[in-house]
């Protein structure tokens, strides 16, 4: 079963406009992690956050921003003022605690599209 | 610091031949070890992993296998592969042995079969 689901497939946007990325998750562990990837034309997934599930803390990078909701299971993020560099797969994904080794589950990602 | 290196970048075969895809980490000592496939519509697999030399975990059963020979070191091989074999190959890896580490990309090998 998908544990991680993004339901947009596509957003697409003009630039200087706020894009926000829906992620759902389930898991049964207590402790997991969460973590979001952008993945640009060029192929190479890119680090952009990790969540430990006993934070709940809201974060901000710079035009980025997190909103992780325990109660809802959500991890979603804001792209804010977009630019066209914005473009990208990003992927959200989970590692539960009892899974050994680290291994991510993926989300099927959803493409952003920036246009200017 | 840490980079990770795959290649090829992109390889074109046809159905039947052999594939070796190599997978390098430097800066770090014991990281685990990952392939990941990527088919055209976006999702990544997990294809295996691996937590030490010669210690190789598979996700899922398939035409493929992957060997550690040595600490930094990650190959993908088949020996006959299949159209279905198509897609973009990542490699990744982390520092520990839980999930709280982040895992870290190469640059990925995009293959076809024809």
């Known amino acids: 079963a998908q544990k991680v689901t993004q339901a947009q497939t596509e957003i697409s946007v003009v630039e200087k406009e706020d894009v926000t990325l829906d992620c759902v998750y389930e898991?049964?562990?207590?402790?997991?992690?969460l973590f979001w990837y952008k993945q640009p034309p060029s192929g190479e997934l890119v680090f952009l956050i990790r969540?430990?599930?006993?934070?709940?803390q809201n974060e901000i990078s710079g035009r980025y921003s997190w909103n992780f909701q325990k109660s809802t299971s959500s991890f979603n993020f804001t792209i804010t003022a977009s630019q066209v560099v914005d473009s990208a797969v990003y992927f959200c994904a989970l590692s539960e605690e009892t899974d050994s080794w680290g291994k991510l589950q993926f989300g099927a990602g959803t493409q952003v599209v920036v246009t200017p | 610091s840490q980079t990770i290196h795959q290649w090829p970048a992109t390889l074109v075969q046809p159905v039947g031949s052999p594939l070796s895809l190599e997978c390098t980490v430097e800066?770090?000592?014991?990281?685990?070890l990952y392939w990941y496939r990527q088919a055209a519509g976006r999702g990544l697999q997990l294809l295996f992993y691996s937590v030490g030399i010669g210690q190789i975990s598979s996700e899922v059963p398939q035409n493929l296998s992957a060997s550690r020979p040595q600490d930094r070191q990650f190959i993908l091989s088949s020996k006959k592969l299949l159209l279905s074999d198509s897609g973009f190959y990542l490699c990744?890896?982390?520092?520990?042995?839980?999930?709280?580490?982040?895992?870290?990309f190469g640059p990925g090998t995009r293959l076809t079969v024809t």
């Open positions: 898991t049964r562990d207590t402790t997991y992690y």
């Open positions: 800066g770090t000592s014991n990281p685990n």
């Open positions: 969540r430990n599930s006993f934070d709940e």
């Open positions: 990744a890896w982390n520092p520990g042995t839980s999930g709280s580490y982040e895992q870290y």
